[in-house]
Every structure is written in structure tokens, then in C-alpha cells.
């Protein structure tokens, strides 16, 4: 079972069944292919962020009641560097008095439950390398977050048109053999390995 | 991938397709499995024909017209060595003058095809070891060369019902998880396993 160089990524992947509600077993001319539902989401929502944000075209979801975010003095110093990198992927933040932060508005597929835990890893992060992150670091950043915690998880059963969705979707991305972090999003096992496997020569 | 062990084989195997013609993907509570068609079918054929062969219940099949076949001096000798062991597998066969054999009936699954290969086999397996094959091992050996030769090979279209046949057999057998020769008739991929490649925890 080997990660796949993106070259060898063709377009006659077929899905055929999802392992556990989480990996899909696919077949293409190759031999197998499995593919980490959430690892391929996150691909696709990264990208397209990335493009959003690069035309200023972020979508928002407009909160019912602004919520409000308490934050730790080192958060407060992180929020004031990251925050225009926020607004650009679709959130809308206000600073209230003391360090207290209204949420009036969230990137459009973000769940609403994953809000107060995408803002806080943000701000850890930033705070983390604050000696130095590029503005451009940040976005992607905040993109991969922002990706991460929008991405349908694992342990989530797929109809078939959706696994079809994900893998089509997954394949005009700009890399669709990783996630953003690096960590593979399909893995092959080729019929030569399989031949292998079973003492074939 | 691994080689299985006998006592993980569940009974809930369900084929979800044939790659290449030749291996069933299938998945259980574990996670997936690969099956060697010919492996398998392999396995099922020689438990089938050691069980025929204890209760001299062999099936064969007349050929329309007798072939003859020609030994060589080595396979002569090798010949007058393993005619019982063919004989109670459904051979019939005559030794006419010289060396030649008139072979009248052959096993019945066995195809017309594979005849003298199945025999040029068996003669030079028992030729190499003459010096001491016990007549089990000898029994053993033809059974193996024989569910071989009959074997559904590689590179053939199975229908769904002729997967779920095969594994559901194959389940039956004595060793389920091996070929006649030892090898694996069944690989595994653990849903851990699958988990690992993805770098997940």
C-alpha cells in the first residue's frame, strides 16, 4: 500500500464500496486505490478557499445571535495579526471591550459546532510562530483550519453519488494525492502488488 | 497487505468485485480481503478430490476416443511408480507396448486441455524424488498437480454468484487460507492497517 505520486492519478477511478464509513475502496487501470474521505475534503474545501479568498469571494454565513469568544491575553495579541486573514475567508469578527470577540458571521460550510474549536487552533498556531509567519503562511494556514474542520469526517456513511462526488471533485484539485497538511489522501496497491502478495511471479 | 491467519477468517466475507479477472476484493469486520480466484479454487479442488480419493468415490469422465501418450525411459519408470495414485484420482489408463500409455479416462473436472501437461507433472515430480516419497505424499502430490490443472485460472470472468460460490467453499476447506503449494489463497488489509497508511493515529 503506497501513497500515489499525483502523475499516477488517472480519471477511471470507480468506487465500490466505503470501508467503515470512512475509506472508499476504489479500482482504476491500475489496480486498487483506497481513499481517506475526510483527507480528500479537506483537499477540495482547501483549494477552494484558496480561490475564494485570492478573488475576495469568500462565502459567509450571517449567525442567527452573534456568539461571543473569550480570549486568553496571547490569543488576544494572535487574534489582532490573524484577523483580516479571517474576515478574508469569511468570517466576521468584532473586538468588544476587554478580550471579548462577537461572531457574527462564519465561512459559509463551516458547522457551526466546529466554530469556537477552528478559532482557537487558529489562534494557537499563530501564536505559536508568531516570529515570523509570512501573511501568505497564515492564509494557508487558516485555509487548511478552516478546511480541516469543514471537511466531512470520518465514521460518515457516503451514498454512492457522493463517494462519486468527492473523487471527481477531488481529482481537478491541485494536488489530490495529499491533504493540506501533507498526509495522504489516497493510497494505491497495484495489481503487480497484489501479484506479490500472492506469490505470483 | 498479509498473509491470514486461519482463525481470523470470518464467514462474512463479502465480494465486492474482480480485479484484473483474477482477484476478488471483498471486505469483512476486519476491513478488506484480496482472494487469489485460482488459490482458492485450487484449495476447494484438492480437499474435494483427497475426500473422493478416501472413499474411492473418484469422478471421471471417458474420453470419446483414447489418447496415447509417450514416456519417455525416466517417465516409464516414474509411471509404473504413480499409475495407482492416478487411477483412484478418476484416470483410467493402459500401458501398451512399448511405452506408451492409452489414456482412456481422465477426472471430471479436469479439462481435455490440460491432460498431458497434468501428467508430464506428475511423472517429473515423482521422478525427482523418487528415492522415497511415502505413497501419502504421493497421493498428496497428484492431488495438488490435479486441483491445479483444474483449477478456474487467472484472467477469467467470474459473475457475482461464482465469487460468492468460490469464497463460500472456500470457507469450507480444510485450510481455507492457502493453496495445495502453500501459498496464500487470501491476503488482508486490516481496517488498522488502512488507518496507519493514512497516518492517522
Chains 1, 2 share one sequence.
Request: contains cysteine; glycine residues 4%; negative net charge.
Amino acid at each position: 500500500m503506497y501513497e500515489v505520486e499525483v502523475e499516477s492519478v488517472s480519471n477511471n477511478i470507480r468506487p465500490l464500496y466505503q470501508l467503515e464509513e470512512s475509506y472508499i475502496i476504489a479500482v482504476d487501470a491500475e489496480g486498487m486505490l483506497l481513499i481517506d474521505q475526510h483527507a480528500a475534503h479537506e483537499r477540495i474545501l482547501f483549494d477552494k478557499y484558496r480561490k475564494l479568498e485570492q478573488t475576495r469571494a469568500a462565502e459567509s454565513q450571517q449567525l442567527l445571535m452573534p456568539e461571543t469568544f473569550d480570549l486568553t491575553p496571547a490569543q488576544a495579541a494572535a487574534f489582532d495579526m490573524v484577523a483580516g486573514e479571517l474576515e478574508a475567508y469569511g468570517f466576521s469578527l468584532m473586538r468588544l471591550s476587554g478580550r471579548t470577540v462577537a461572531i457574527k458571521a462564519v465561512p459559509a460550510d463551516l458547522p457551526a459546532s466546529e466554530t469556537r474549536n477552528m478559532l482557537a487552533e487558529i489562534l494557537e498556531t499563530v501564536e505559536a510562530d508568531r516570529r515570523g509567519a509570512a501573511r501568505d503562511t497564515l492564509r494557508e494556514r487558516v485555509a487548511a483550519s478552516l478546511a480541516c474542520r469543514a471537511a466531512i469526517k470520518v465514521n460518515v456513511p457516503l451514498a454512492p453519488e457522493k463517494m462519486r462526488w468527492l473523487i471527481d471533485r477531488l481529482l481537478t484539485t491541485s494536488s489530490p494525492t495529499t491533504c493540506p497538511h501533507g498526509r495522504p489522501a489516497i493510497l494505491r496497491l497495484t495489481t503487480r502488488d497484489i501479484e506479490r502478495g500472492f506469490h505470483r511471479p
